[in-house]
Structures are given as C-alpha cells and as structure tokens.
C-alpha cells in the first residue's frame, strides 16, 4: 500500500496529468501477457531520470513496491505488481536520441517500441536485429529487462548482444551511466550486462546505447514440410553441422500448422505435417548457394515438400502466421501453459518425441513451435483451468518437461524470462549457492527490496 | 603472509610437487607483462575444481590472498600478487574437454592456450574469433578474465560475446556453474558476464563453455600507406559509414612504423608514413567487392600507396610484424606507458592529432598503433625511468591522454583491464555510486576480500 502522504509526494513529483490512482484506471496496469491480474496502488507516467529518482527515493523512505513496465507485452509477469504498489510506466520516455551512422548505435529511451527503432535505423541501411515476436508493441526498455530474443537470435544473438551502455536509476535513487559508447570496454564490473535480463528488479533503465550493424542486403524464405518430427528435427541438426547459419530456422509441429492453416498463404494438404519456416540473409549469392545446400540436406532427410516462397508478400504472410501462433492455439483448449525452454539443437530430436509421448499420457495437446535454431521451442500445454482435473494433468506434465529439459542439457527459458511463471522451477536449474549469491546481489542494488518484489526468486519480504 | 599451518594445509592438499614456496621458485611468478615484481608466499599448481575450493576455503580461514593466474601475459597487472599470498596458477588445468560440433561449442578448461584451442577448432572448419596479441602463450581462462579482445573485435567482437558458461568456484569455495550450454538463457541473473572482465576477482573459472561460429572461408590483407593521420583516420570512418566491417583495421602510426620497418617484407619509403592493414574474410565474391570499394575509398582520401598482400606468406609476415610491435617500441627509449583506450571511431582523427600535440608538448615520443576499426588505440609513452624529470613529464602526459580519452566519449581500456595499472584512473571514468555498487558485488562474493585484493578498486583491506 502506498500512504496518503506518499500519494500526494508523487502528486509533487509527477503532476496529477500523470499518476493514476482511481482503481477504474489501473486496470490496463493490471496484467500482462501472462493474463494474471494484480492491481497496483498507483500508475506512474515520469519524464525524465530525475524524476524516477525521486520515485524510488521516496518508496525507500516509505517501503512501497516500484515495478518498471513498457508495453506489459512480457511472458513471465516481469510487469505485474504482484505485491501491489507504483507501476511506473516508461510511456513518455519514448524517444530516440540519436542514430550515429559513423560509430553503428543508436541511443534510446526505453518506452521506444521495438519495431519503430527498426525501422527508422533501416531506412539508413542500418540494422537492429533482435525480434521478439512483440515487436509492434513491446518496448526496447522491455527487451533489454527481460533480454528479449526472437527468431533471427540464430544468426545475430539476442538483445543482450547489442547493449553497449545503460542510463539507470538504481533502487536507492542514483543515477549511473554503465558500459561504454565504444566498440569495447572493460572498466570496472559488467553492470550493462548484469542489468539486462535482471527483470526490472536491479535498476531502472532510462537510457540504452545499442550497437547495430549493417542491414543484410536481401533475405530469402524457404518453406519446407515434413511427415514427422525426428526427419526435421534431424533436418535442423544437419543444416548447423554443414556450418550453414540460417537467419532463422522456425519450427511447427502438426498440432501448430492445424491452428493456422486457414492463415497460411498456400495449400496444406490434410495429415501429419510438421513446417520449417527457413529465413536467410546476406548477399545474393551466398543465399543462394546456402539455399540450394539446405534443399540438398533436405532431400536427403525425407521432405514432404520443399519450396521458396514466391514473393515477398507470400514470405510476410508465412512470418505473420508464425508470429499468430501464439494466440491461435486457443481453437485446442481455452487456457494454456506457455513455457520457453531451450534444449541443445542436437537434442531437439528426443526433445519433440519425448513431448509427444507426455502429451498422450497426459491425454492433452501439447503443440510445440518455435525457433529450431537455436533449440528454443515454445511448448503450449493446452487445458481447460475449470476442469479440475484436467488442470492437474497439465501442471504434471509441466513438471515432466521442464524436468526433461534439464535432463537434456537446457534450460528453462530462452527469452522470456523467470518472472513469476518460472519463479517456483528456478530451483530446478540454479543451484542453491548460486541463487544465493543472486540474491546477495539484489541486496546490494537494492537494500530494501523496494523494486520489482516477487521476481526471479524469493528474497526477504519488504519490511 | 601464509602462516606454517596454512602452508602445511595446502601441501595436504596439493601434494608437495604442487605447491611452490622456496624464494627462488618464484621469480616467474612475480610478474607479468606490466614488468612490476611483486613476490608471493607460495604458487599452488591444483588439478581440479576441489582442490581450489579446498584452497579458497582455507584462504578464508586463515585470511590470506589468493591471485589466480593464467600464462601472465596481462597487461595490467591482473595476475600479480600485490599484497603477497597464495598465487593459484590454472598451469594443469589445461585440457579441452569437448568440441561440440554440433551445437557449436567448445568446453574447456582455464590453462588451454589460446591459439591451441584455435588450431584445434579450425581443424573442424570451427572459429573461434577473440585474438589478443599475446595468443601463442596467453590462456582461455586469462583470456575470460581480462575480457581479451584482439584485432579481429571490429567485425567478430570480443572475449565476453563467445562465454555460453562458466564453472567457477567462488571465493567462499562454493562450486557453481552459471550460464548455459544452449544458445540462449535467461533465467536468473547474468553471473556469466559479471565474471567475464572481473579481472580474477569475483571467482576463479575452472571450466569454460565457448560459442564458436564457421570458419570464414577465405580471408585478405590489405596493405594502405597515407602521409597523414587525418587522412587515414577519416579513412576508417568512411569504410564503417558505408557499411563495410572488415574483420580488422589495423593502425601504425609513424614511430610505430619506424620500429618494425626491418621486419616489414616491403620496401617502405623514408619519411612520414603511417599504415592501415585490413583483413576482410568471409565468401571470395564478397572479400573481392569490398575489397575493390575499400581501394575507391582509400583512393578518394589521399592515400600514398595502396596494396594487397600477395600471397599468406606475406600477409602472415605484416601481421607477425604489427604483434611485434610493442616490444618493438623499446628502441625509441627504454620504458613505456601502455594505454589501451577507445574512443568512438568518428573521432579518431581528433583522438590522433590531439596525441602528436600531446608528444610535441612534453618532448616524448607517444607511438600509436592498434585497432582503429573499433576504436581501440594503444597509445605509448616512451620515457627513460631514471630521468626523474622525464618520467615526470611521462605521467603528465597520461593524465592528459585519459582526460582527452574520456573528453571524446571514449573509455580507458579496451581490453587490457584496469587492474593494478588503471587503479589510479579508474575514479576518472566511473562515478562514485557506481563504484560503490561495484565494491558491493564484489562483498557479496567474496566477504573477506581473499580474491586477489588490491585490483580494479580500493576496498577494505583484509582484516
């Protein structure tokens, strides 16, 4: 809760146009794309560092919860103020400060949306490559907090690769500049990369540095469908031992290719079949030498089909149908448990069949899609949450998975985060000594725990 | 000091053909490249994770330092024992565990030699980028953490964008791994890249997951000769502005170019002249196209001569020349201020022609060469150490450099570290509260201060 007095102390800060505190306001503040819904006290719009400095000084004096939000386009309830509290909003922090072609970076504030950066650093033939599927909504400042990756993470990295330097508030109110405007640096402890992919629970970011590089001269979509999942997991595997490094390499299991087949622009003949959405970039030539060894390799593993989309148009609407998945799984089963786990690409393979088998003893569908790439795949176990039981089955056969993926070596998420969702696994991955040492870590950001509470891991409540 | 029980301890644990504590056994092990002697108790050769743990647990108990170290090929003083101690050489831990040609990655321990893991990845048509000039003798484990760069950075980056994960023992002796072995991971806090750069002082690595990439395949070297360094400065700048990032742009400035003109392998003309050698690799037709746009460039920006390395013997022979060069620099005078900062690659001319002031006014030679494609200058002073007012004037001249460093934009080291070296300055460029987050972190890790002390910040000394 925050106090009246502490109310009217933000009313000072941040003039009344810009906090919320009615509850019929703060229902947008209220979720994210977990869909959980926890009301915070109070919304806050600040302009400026200063300003959020303020902010976190005074919920140090009064112990009241901060939660840093951009779009609330995030997977793991990063944004959601599960102990109530200020949601401080990034929206008017939305500009981008500068594109130096002569140095490739840009500096930004985090409310700018990820798709309208790139397209202003790409009419100058210049190149920001991370893609969350989010990207028309989610904000640059969301994607560094969660380290945010996306399909073409295969060839060029994830969000944490293109952060050169932060502006932050730190929980007790300073601000910090870390990193550097440089190519390299290496004064003093790696703050930047600590802070992207904290979550919003170390700092709050107010200015980026990103690297770019040159944009890719043209790109190239390959469809190609499968009869099962070992030939095209097998497939994959083949591709990154030939040493070609596609832009990305999206997987569809059957189940997947079912919930959009009316949004794909070609004819899906009915029965099993799994897709491969294959995207390269570069120079014309190397893609087309790199295409016709896929199609190679492909032949070789027992393709269904195999084919290039024709034009741009055909390649855009295959990529909207992939980035549709997400919601169209809903025609299976109203509710689902979205986990983004990665397992080594290698054991993409034993990955898929092994979810296969724990969907049919669990008598659920579990449609899988993905980046194959990189061995990130999104597994959607679908459920009815009013069906006692059958929410029951689903939870145990998350425990079965993510269990399996450690087994194979991976990881319990790729890119959207721990959050709250992963919160109770954490355990599963990161050792006792390490998470201890974690939340050492929080502690000397953040004494109080007045950021982000709840998160990642559990801590000392506020007192 | 280490007490006669502690030392008795450590013989328990190490074995006594693994334990150095005669005097005169541990000359090698008092300095590195930063030629400062600075004698420890004791040098420990473990072979395993468990024996350090042991170690460090010990060094708790009974408060004494411990320094890891690689081959002491630091620039900065990384692996020296400053306040005495135990110096914990990585020597025996040296074997590459797996090469993973499948999920493209390596698993090593710390005392591999750089340039051998090298050779051994390439055999597979692997690579592995970060080259510091010290490859043929300096190790992974020093390499991570330094935070090596090299000159291949400009197009590949640096040690910290290749480290998946990391097996470490902490200073309190806890055995934890951090990151992952799949390509992406997000779950917990980044305490992969906080101990990247660390610098030796957050945790000792005893295992080392490395992403590789394709081996480009083919490369070239060109060869550029300008009379002056704005010329050659507004050169590089216009290469990156048109979107062409060579794999490393080398620079050598006149005093430079006078120190290895005999191990050049071609006729170089009297008088002022200063070199660019750049190295483009990746596909032929894409090497031969830039490659002709880089010569308009060069042509168009007043250059002396332009060439290509006739065949590898010759461009192998330029390169060995430009490894050469630092200690090269000797036969201007005797000692040498070594800096490696960065500035951003627009104002490199700036950067260049504000240095030959600097020399002119202080009567110093001040050599300049390294990696202006990202930046990266290693700036030299060259100065007798017993003319007091001479290396007076040396030091003058430093602070001047690092002002004019950080005036541009830029960051005081590149890839060298701070160490004992850049202790002095380190307060120049991170302020205060950034400093004290930093001393924090390095409490939460390590809360009797045994982790080579004395490094990067001040902190409180061992108690």
Chains 1, 2 share one sequence.
């Not at 600040?46 to 112990?63: C, G, M, V």
């Not at 103020?81 to 200020?86: E, I, K, P």
Request: include cysteine; charge should be negative.
């Amino acid at each position: 809760m925050i106090s009246q007095s502490a109310t009217s102390k933000l009313l000072q800060i941040l003039g009344k146009e810009h906090l919320l505190t009615d509850t019929r306001d703060l229902g947008p503040f209220s979720h994210d794309a977990t869909n959980q819904d926890f009301f915070p006290d109070a919304v806050a719009f600040p302009e400026n560092a200063d300003q959020i400095s303020k902010i976190l000084r005074l919920a140090n004096e009064e112990r009241f919860p901060v939660i840093p939000r951009g779009a609330g386009s995030g997977m793991s309830g990063g944004a959601v103020a599960v102990q109530g509290g200020l949601v401080l909003s990034t929206d008017r922090l939305n500009r981008i400060l500068l594109i130096d072609e002569e140095n490739l970076l840009v500096k930004v504030e985090p409310g700018v949306v990820t798709a309208h950066l790139q397209e202003e650093v790409e009419k100058r033939g210049l190149f920001y490559p991370p893609d969350p599927a989010s990207l028309n909504i989610s904000t640059i400042g969301g994607n560094v907090a969660e380290c945010a990756g996306g399909p073409r993470a295969v060839k060029y990295g994830v969000t944490r690769d293109y952060v050169m330097g932060l502006t932050v508030v730190l929980p007790t109110g300073e601000i910090i500049a870390t990193g550097v405007e440089t190519a390299k640096g290496v004064v003093g402890y790696d703050l930047t990369r600590l802070i992207v992919g904290s979550e919003g629970t170390l700092a709050v970011i107010v200015e980026i540095i990103l690297r770019l590089i040159p944009k890719p001269e043209m790109k190239r979509t390959m469809l190609i469908r499968f009869s099962d999942i070992e030939a095209s997991a097998r497939c994959v595997s083949q591709i990154i031992k030939e040493k070609i490094i596609p832009t990305t390499i999206e997987f569809m299991d059957s189940l997947s290719v079912e919930c959009v087949r009316d949004q794909v622009p070609l004819e899906l003949p009915q029965g099993e079949s799994l897709l491969l959405l294959i995207e390269l970039d570069g120079d014309q030539d190397r893609i087309n030498r790199d295409a016709r060894r896929i199609e190679a390799l492909c032949r070789q593993t027992g393709v269904l089909e195999f084919r290039f989309a024709k034009n741009e148009w055909e390649a855009e609407e295959l990529w909207k149908a992939r980035r549709n998945l997400s919601p169209s799984l809903q025609r299976l089963r109203p509710h689902k448990i979205n986990q983004d786990v990665v397992v080594p690409r290698s054991r993409l393979a034993d990955f898929m069949v092994a979810i296969s088998g724990i969907g049919q003893r669990y008598a659920l569908p579990i449609p899988c899609f993905g980046h194959a790439g990189d061995g990130n795949i999104h597994v959607n176990i679908m459920f009815h949450n009013d069906r006692i039981d059958e929410a029951k089955r689903a939870h145990q056969a998350l425990q079965e998975i993510l269990r399996l993926t450690l087994d194979l070596r991976g990881t319990l998420s790729g890119e959207h985060g721990v959050g709250i969702s992963k919160k109770p696994y954490i355990g599963m991955e990161i050792a006792p000594s390490a998470l201890d040492l974690m939340r050492k870590i929080k502690k000397a950001f953040d004494p109080n725990g007045i950021l982000n509470p709840g998160k990642i891991f559990d801590e000392s409540p506020i007192r």
